[in-house]
C-alpha cells in the first residue's frame, strides 16, 4: 500500500463551523505533513510531525489545529476559519522524517464561506 | 531565510522540444533536492539528488545538482502533451522542506 489517503476530498463550512480533515497512510512512514495550496501557487509547509511529535509549526493560526493520534494518522481540526483560507489540503509523509521523498495524499479542498 | 527559485516561470513548447528547467536555492543545512510533478492534484515524485554532479535519469527526463553553484536543472527531451505539468522543486534542509515557486510547462502538439 504506497497510498497517502485524505478525507473529505471536498468541504464547505462556514466561520464559525468546526470540522476536521484526516489523513491516514500505512506505508510505515515516520514523518507526515500538511501542506496548503492555493491556486497556482507552490505548496506551502504548515506543520511536520516526526515520529508522532511536532517538530514544525510554520506560524500558522491557531484556527488550525494539528493532532497525530498515532503513526498512521494526521488530523488537521479547522476551526473560526476565514474566507482566506479556502484552499487545498495537502497531507503527504516520508519515510526518512524530512528529508526524503514526499508521498501526497489527493488533498482535501476546502471552501469557507 | 531558505530560499528557493525556479525559472522560467512558465514555458510553452511543442511536441518534440526538449527543456530545460531551472531552480536555485539558498537552504540552511542542505541535504537534498527533489523534483516533483503535479498536473491536476497531487505532486508526484521525479528525483531525489544528494551529491553533485551526478545525473539521474527516468526515461525522458534526467536531472543534475551543482552543490557548489547551488542549483538543479531537470531536462526533458522529446516532450509530450502529458509532460505538461506544474514541475515543483523542493530543497530540503535539517527539519524543513522549501518549495519553489513552480515552472508551468505547457506542451502544444
Not at chain 2, 32 to 53: C, D, I, N, R, V
Request: hydrophobic share 35%.
Amino acid at each position: 500500500d504506497t497510498e497517502v489517503t485524505q478525507t473529505p476530498k471536498h468541504l464547505v463550512m462556514g466561520m464559525t463551523n468546526k470540522k476536521s480533515l484526516k489523513c491516514e497512510q500505512h506505508m510505515g512512514h515516520r514523518a507526515m505533513y500538511w501542506y496548503k495550496q492555493k491556486a497556482k501557487k507552490p505548496p506551502e509547509l504548515m506543520f511536520v510531525y516526526s515520529y508522532e511529535k511536532l517538530s514544525i509549526n510554520e506560524s500558522v493560526p491557531s484556527r488550525f489545529s494539528p493532532e497525530c493520534p498515532n503513526s498512521s494518522l494526521l488530523n488537521l481540526h479547522l476551526h473560526a476559519l476565514q474566507p482566506e483560507d479556502s484552499a487545498l489540503y495537502l497531507c503527504a509523509s516520508s519515510q526518512e522524517g524530512v528529508q526524503g521523498e514526499l508521498f501526497f495524499g489527493e488533498g482535501s479542498r476546502l471552501t469557507v464561506l | 531565510e531558505d530560499k528557493v527559485v525556479q525559472s522560467p516561470l512558465s514555458l510553452v513548447v511543442h511536441e518534440g522540444d526538449t527543456v530545460t528547467l531551472n531552480c536555485s536555492y539558498e537552504v540552511t543545512n542542505f541535504r537534498s533536492l527533489l523534483w516533483y510533478k503535479q498536473e491536476k492534484k497531487a505532486p508526484t515524485f521525479l528525483f531525489m539528488l544528494t551529491s553533485s554532479g551526478i545525473e539521474k535519469k527516468s526515461g525522458r527526463l534526467s536531472s543534475i545538482l551543482d552543490k557548489k553553484e547551488l542549483f538543479s536543472i531537470l531536462n526533458i527531451t522529446a516532450t509530450q502533451t502529458g509532460d505538461s505539468a506544474v514541475y515543483l522543486c523542493d530543497a530540503g534542509g535539517y527539519q524543513k522542506v522549501t518549495f519553489g515557486t513552480g515552472t508551468k510547462l505547457q506542451v502544444i502538439p
